[in-house]
């Protein structure tokens, strides 16, 4: 059955919740095969297949993660949707409006942040600062459980925070408008390029045996 379809479609499909732990059992069978990078959001991330309309991953939260990876908060947006399901663990989305900084009423150095664009380039991230600051202002936050799903649209500013870990989710990410991602950084960042550090195959096999006996595998 077609999950990234599962993911998206209105009514929930009660077959979701095995075939998220099908995919995460596969993963770990070919954990020598497939490729599982750290985002620098502080996830594991898999990509288990591409489909017309865009990619299923799988997303791991051990727990913790390198030294060099930050594990969530930073304020962003894609030009891809997603529509996410909770495996195991839980986490709460906020998402922020943004207003130009000139214009932002009472702010202060603390709320300011520099646009910057974001370029991946294959395990590379190109981040490049705009010169345009911005004040985010928190809209909604709303927290996830096992079995639940959520869907974020293209272009909307948030951030994740992990309230129980180990957490996974399989993502249906939808084919991406023009023009790169954003993120919110410091007021003064230079150009940077980061690579995405493969994660060992040990590692990985901890940490998705570590989802799986969280949901009774």
């Known amino acids: ?114 646009l910057t664009e974001i370029r991946h380039l294959g395990l590379e991230d190109l981040v490049q600062p705009t010169g345009s600051y911005v004040v985010p202002k928190t809209v909604s936050a709303k927290a996830y459980a096992p079995g639940d799903r959520y869907y974020l649209a293209p272009r909307i500013f948030h951030s994740t925070d992990l309230l129980a870990t180990p957490c996974a989710t399989l993502v249906g990410e939808t084919t991406g408008t023009g023009g790169p991602s954003r993120s919110l950084g410091s007021c003064a960042p230079t150009a940077a390029r980061s690579a995405r550090a493969v994660v060992h195959r040990r590692e990985l096999e901890i940490a998705l045996g570590d989802v799986l006996n969280e949901i009774g595998g």
Not at 19 to 25: C, P, T
Not at 54 to 66: A, D, E, K
Request: aromatic residues 8%.
């Open 1 to 114: 059955r077609d999950l990234w379809r599962m993911l998206h479609e209105p009514v929930f499909d009660p077959y979701l919740a095995d075939a998220a732990k099908q995919a995460v059992e596969s993963c770990l069978r070919s954990a020598s095969e497939i490729t599982a990078v750290w985002h620098p959001l502080g996830f594991m991330m898999m990509r288990l297949a591409a489909v017309p309309h865009g990619s299923l991953r799988l997303h791991v939260w051990p727990g913790y993660c390198p030294s060099d990876v930050r594990a969530g908060g930073r304020i962003h947006e894609h030009r891809w949707g997603l529509a996410s399901y909770v495996i195991c663990g839980a986490l709460r989305n906020l998402v922020a409006e943004i207003s130009d900084a000139e214009g932002a009423i009472g702010a202060t150095s603390v709320d300011v942040h520099q």
